[in-house]
């Protein structure tokens, strides 16, 4: 499977954003954000678009493990409470994973078109 296949195949999260509409747990329509990975299928891949997409895919992995950690143990630390700080240290580190990997795709296509202008 081509690299682009991966990445664009994220945009089926979306479908959770369906519980969200037939349930009363408003909280997945948050997974409708995903459906832009759809346009995935459509970009011209090349050597510098997998480098920026894996570049991005790292350090987004590396700063949910560390939002994961701190909110982890700040929260065991105020609580006590063992499975509500793994939840909320889970919940902020997908988060920021997410959140961060999304700001450094755009930065990164939006210097990569700006390369291509030049």
């Known amino acids: 499977m081509k690299l682009k296949h991966l990445f664009a195949s994220t945009g089926f999260l979306a479908l959770l954003g369906l519980i969200g509409i037939f349930t009363d747990q408003r909280a997945f329509l948050a997974f409708f954000a995903f459906a832009v990975d759809f346009e995935y ?24 493990m560390i939002a994961m950690a701190f909110t982890s143990l700040g929260t065991f630390i105020a609580t006590g409470e063992g499975n509500e700080s793994l939840v909320a240290g889970l919940a902020a580190g997908w988060a920021a994973a997410v959140a961060a990997n999304a700001v450094l795709v755009a930065i990164y296509s939006f210097s990569a078109s700006r390369a291509l202008e030049e």
């Open 41 to 64: 299928f459509f970009v011209k891949a090349d050597e510098m678009w997998e480098l920026y997409m894996c570049r991005s895919a790292a350090k987004s992995f590396c700063l949910g």
